[in-house]
């Protein structure tokens, strides 16, 4: 702890005289007076520009700016560019009328629409405001129509493609997918994803989803009201409400939601056990009516143009009983036997997390940021299982009982300062303590299982370079102890102590305007789940279980890239090679004499990517398409045989503008048979529709069609020592949907930020 402690202080001892700054606001309209929603806002200083913001409702605002003479220059699609020099002394406020500039096409006048998706040195980004996007009622819907983003079923797991799990980041600041659900649509003005991530970044994870949230200028209050209804399996409904308030200096907010969920799944899969004469084939339904509420809220204050301190706190609870049907043929040394299990289980989650933030700029050039943050996370399930044997007259009877908590505290800095010809030094720290506990009662039997995690760690970077490149270099030392064992037992069942270093580097060279070349090298880790990491355990049939794994280790990564780009069209290779990979296996248990499925370490795993984009724009269309070409290889002893191939992952994204008011979308991936020298995964593509309209001025219409063709299922095989595995994934994404959103009232010089500081809050679910 002295190192942070002395960071701490470090920071705390800079003080510096403040320049006199001021901002810039303005509102933004056609003669028509109405606001002009997509838009360029710049700030000119001899030739070069010193300031950037782009529109939000015909609003926009530069601040906090040195008192100086500058040039403003306003670039709006299908209005004539705007120049006006302002003498700034004092803070302004400007109302500006820009005049139309239409081009006419055969006797149409048509304007050009905002990208949904742009490319910028390799990564994608994602505009939501002002665009269709803005229409979804999730950001978990949101996401799903990105490149390269997987999500799962449920809606709870994100993944890239060939990447992994990535960090998710508010404004430059970690949080969690249970956070990320709560946040409003709204609220988002761009999403980057980010390959190759900066060493500012924390060490967990290949690659970063930094969520910029948008910024409103109007004061007073408003009320959004959000409602879905969608018919999957079954009918789904979603009712949210959206409340913000600002008065002069202090903004607060507080959103609810009731979601009225029923959530069936299905999977099935054979396997045999070749040494030990046994076989299976089971099927197993499970259907879930889960209930959920959700609420949070936050508070800011703006200690004056740049400073402020802020508190933000969600919690989100849901009541989830749930039956879990499987009928299993099991043939163990000849002896034949079809089983019916039945599972009848309550189940409850409870999610909560509190944060404060406090930003002070010194100056222009120096800054700095504190956080501190508490995260709670429960569930509990009850269940009951009875196992009924065919042409048997007795059935057996398995009471299971499971408590698993954990808790988190985080404290976190960073400081940065500007030096001259653009150089910046960024140091920071973040010290985290977490402590999971697993309560697991199968009959009269009980374990009682506690974790406990603490990780300090310091990071530096410096960045800089010229006009024709730029460089940034730097490391994360962290230092992780871990401790895990029963309670009323003194041996540790897991007692490590890592020292780790993470370099990370990253240079760019600008050819010119429309053509640059980047090198990138970054060195990862991702740890397990804290779920996954305790003796958790699931009961499918009398020959089956799955379970924690409380020996599971991090999975640490090294990855050199480099990317080629031509004004919005780019090709990127990678390379990576990653220790004690972790994937779901199937083992047998000699003792028990059952078979066991669970999360496993393997030796490594070794890949590339070739990744192209190639996005076009003509007249009302534009078009979106990223192809990445991979291979991996995953090695390990236990492998009898490996086979591996190259497989391609295709996303499209097609939209057409019908009107101001109107767009129709089309957007779909497809993942070839993938071999990694373990996994046979068979092919998967889907195929997604969106219609969005404004009636009323107020009320966005969206319709929405999912997984169209209903092709969302996942195949795959193994042979692992004396396992032959084959197992078949159903998913539930097969949807229509209608959702309404409507809009009470308005605000007026929004400033409200709030960053979450926990590093590890995607590991508790």
Not at 3 to 25: A, G, H, R, V
Not at 66 to 79: D, E, F, W
Not at 691 to 699: E, V
């Amino acid at each position: 702890m002295k190192p942070i402690i002395f960071t701490l202080l470090l920071f705390l001892s800079f003080s510096f005289f403040s320049q006199n700054k001021f901002s810039i606001q303005g509102n933004i309209t056609s003669k028509s007076k109405e606001n002009i929603a997509v838009g360029d806002v710049l700030l000119y200083e001899n030739n070069k520009i010193i300031a950037y913001t782009s529109l939000s409702e015909g609003q926009f605002s530069l601040t906090p700016v040195i008192a100086n003479t500058y040039l403003l220059k306003i670039i709006c699609v299908g209005y004539e560019d705007y120049e006006k020099e302002i003498l700034l002394k004092e803070n302004l406020k400007l109302e500006i009328i820009l005049n139309e500039k239409a081009e006419n096409l055969d006797g149409i006048s048509i304007r050009a629409t905002k990208k949904v998706l742009e490319n910028k040195g390799g990564n994608i980004v994602a505009n939501v405001e002002g665009t269709i996007l803005a229409k979804e009622m999730s950001t978990i819907e949101l996401l799903s129509k990105l490149p390269n983003l997987q999500i799962s079923a449920d809606g709870e797991q994100v993944s890239i493609i060939g990447k992994g799990s990535p960090l998710i980041y508010v404004d430059r600041q970690r949080i969690s997918l249970e956070e990320l659900q709560t946040l409003q649509v709204d609220d988002i003005k761009t999403i980057e994803i980010i390959n190759n991530p900066s060493v500012k970044y924390e060490a967990e994870g290949r690659a970063v989803l930094l969520i910029i949230k948008r910024r409103n200028f109007k004061e007073g209050t408003q009320l959004k009201l959000t409602e879905k209804v969608s018919s999957k399996t079954f009918v789904n409904n979603y009712l949210g409400s959206n409340l913000s308030v600002k008065k002069n200096n202090l903004e607060w907010k507080l959103n609810a939601a009731y979601n009225q969920l029923k959530i069936w799944e299905k999977n099935k899969a054979t396997y045999e056990v070749t040494n030990k004469n046994i076989f299976s084939d089971y099927e197993v339904e499970a259907i879930t009516t889960r209930p959920q509420y959700i609420f949070g809220g936050g508070l800011y204050y703006s200690i004056n143009d740049t400073d402020y301190i802020s508190f933000n706190s969600i919690f989100r609870t849901q009541n989830e009983p749930f039956t879990i049907d499987t009928n299993t043929f099991l043939e163990d040394n000849g002896n034949q036997q079809n089983i019916n299990t039945l599972s009848n289980n309550e189940g409850e989650r409870i999610f909560s997390s509190s944060n404060i933030n406090y930003f002070k700029a010194f100056n222009a050039k120096q800054n700095l940021f504190l956080g501190v943050q508490y995260t709670n996370y429960t569930r509990d399930v009850d269940n009951s299982i009875r196992n009924t044997f065919e042409n048997a007259t007795t059935s057996d009877l398995v009471t299971i009982s499971q408590d698993f908590n954990v808790e988190s505290f985080v404290l976190k800095g960073d400081y940065s300062i500007s030096f001259e010809k653009g150089n910046l030094l960024e140091i920071g720290f973040n010290t985290a303590r977490n402590v999971s506990k697993s309560l697991l009662q199968i009959n009269q039997e009980n374990s009682n299982y506690k974790y406990i995690e603490a990780i300090n760690a310091l990071y530096s970077q410096f960045s800089g370079g010229k006009e024709k490149y730029h460089y940034a270099f730097g490391f994360r030392l962290e230092d992780t102890n871990i401790e895990g064992g029963f309670r009323g037992n003194n041996t540790l069942l897991v007692d490590r102590n890592n020292i780790y270093i993470f370099p990370r580097a990253n240079i760019n060279f600008k050819f010119s305007d429309e053509r640059s070349l980047n090198f990138s090298f970054t060195s990862s880790i991702n740890r397990p789940n804290y779920s996954t990491a305790v003796t958790t355990t699931a009961f499918i049939n009398p020959g089956l279980e799955f379970q924690g794994n409380i020996n599971l280790k991090p999975t640490t990564i090294n990855e050199i890239s480099s990317s080629f780009q031509v004004k919005d069209k780019s090709i990127s290779l990678e390379y990576f090679k990653s220790k004690n990979p972790v994937n779901y296996r199937f083992f047998f248990d000699e003792t028990r004499d059952i078979s066991i499925m669970s999360p496993t370490n393997f030796n490594e795993e070794i890949g590339v990517n070739l990744k192209v984009s190639y996005p076009f724009k003509y007249k009302f269309w534009t078009s979106t398409n990223t192809a990445t070409f991979s291979y991996s290889l995953i090695n390990d002893e236990s492998i009898l045989k490996k086979e591996a191939s190259p497989y391609l992952y295709f996303y499209t994204n097609q939209q057409f503008k019908i009107n101001n008011l109107s767009s129709f979308n089309l957007n779909g991936w497809l993942l070839s048979n993938r071999k990694d020298g373990i996994f046979n995964r068979q092919e998967v593509f889907t195929i997604n529709a969106v219609f969005t309209t404004k009636l009323f001025s107020k009320l966005d219409v969206t319709v929405s069609a999912n997984d169209i063709f209903n092709t969302m299922e996942f195949r795959e095989n193994y042979v692992l020592q004396n396992l032959n595995v084959s197992s078949l994934f159903f998913t539930d994404v097969n949807e229509f949907a209608i959702s309404l959103r409507y809009v009470f009232g308005d605000i007026k010089d929004s400033n409200y930020k709030n960053k979450s500081v926990d590093d590890e809050l995607n590991r508790m679910n």
